[in-house]
């Protein structure tokens, strides 16, 4: 059984930088294509940003594109979020999840298992 580890959230001023991680335990992390989510109360849980297993394939929702990066530590079978010029709006859980497909999916759906979450607070 795989299980998904977040940590890292916190408060941080606007402008400034967190790294999230997920630690991966029960399988090598390689194994599987990772991505971000995040959700504030009332709305849905929204893809941040994710990375093939391959490693060949990584992408962003267009809120992020530039400011935060998805990278993978195959010696410490984690991956991280790091979040730069975070903004209010950046306040959310996050949660890390994963699904054995090679392709990358968006959707909450379509990934199997999920971290408990990190809350992040971005104030202004």
């Known amino acids: 059984q795989v299980q998904l580890v977040e940590s890292g959230g916190g408060l941080v001023q606007a402008g400034g930088s967190l790294r999230l991680s997920c630690a991966v335990s029960?399988?090598?992390?390689?194994?599987?294509?990772m991505a971000w989510f995040r959700q504030v109360p009332g709305k849905e849980r929204e893809f941040v940003a994710g990375?093939?297993?391959?490693?060949?394939?990584?992408t962003y929702a267009d809120a992020v594109k530039g400011r935060f990066t998805i990278s993978r530590d195959n010696a410490k079978n984690t991956v991280y979020l790091q979040m730069n010029s975070l903004k209010p709006e950046d306040t959310a859980v996050y949660y890390c999840?994963?699904?054995?497909?090679?392709?990358?999916?968006?959707?909450?759906?379509?990934?199997?298992?999920w971290g408990q979450g990190t809350q992040v607070t971005v104030s202004s």
């Open positions: 990375r093939s297993r391959t490693g060949g394939s990584t």
């Open positions: 999840a994963a699904r054995s497909a090679v392709l990358l999916g968006k959707s909450p759906d379509e990934y199997t298992y």
């Open positions: 029960g399988r090598t992390a390689s194994y599987y294509t």
